[in-house]
């Protein structure tokens, strides 16, 4: 499985964002999809993750109400939608996938990984 994230780039505080996430190679229908971002000089963290049925979703406490993950399983596309952003938010963000979620916050758990998108977000 290949992961292409995309989406990133320069956006003011307080605008939206959308991010995506496609896979190749192989179906990610029953994987588990997840979110995390590396702030420059910070360990890389979970963002959101969704289930491969869609019914489950969990968000970091920083981006929930803000941020929103979904799927088109039909696409083998992930998507995260982030609204009213902060300076904060700025990071490289990976999409990875796993068939095991769970423990869906923990990088090790994860079988496949995207290569990242940069989101600056400016003051």
């Known amino acids: 499985v290949q992961l292409q994230a995309s989406g990133g780039g320069l956006v003011q505080a307080g605008a939206s964002r959308r991010l995506s996430c496609a896979a190749s190679?192989?179906?990610?229908?029953?994987?588990?999809i997840s979110w995390f971002r590396q702030a420059p000089g910070k360990e890389r963290d979970f963002v959101a993750f969704?289930?491969?049925?869609?019914?489950?979703?969990s968000y970091a406490d920083s981006v929930k109400g803000r941020f929103t993950i979904s799927r088109d399983n039909a696409k083998n596309t992930v998507y995260l939608q982030m609204d009213s952003l902060k300076p904060e938010d700025t990071a490289v963000y990976y999409c990875a996938a796993t068939v095991n979620p769970t423990y869906y916050s923990r990088e090790r758990d994860y079988d496949y990984w995207g290569q990242g998108t940069l989101v600056t977000v400016s003051s």
């Open positions: 969704i289930s491969w049925s869609r019914s489950y979703t």
């Open positions: 190679g192989r179906t990610v229908s029953n994987y588990g």
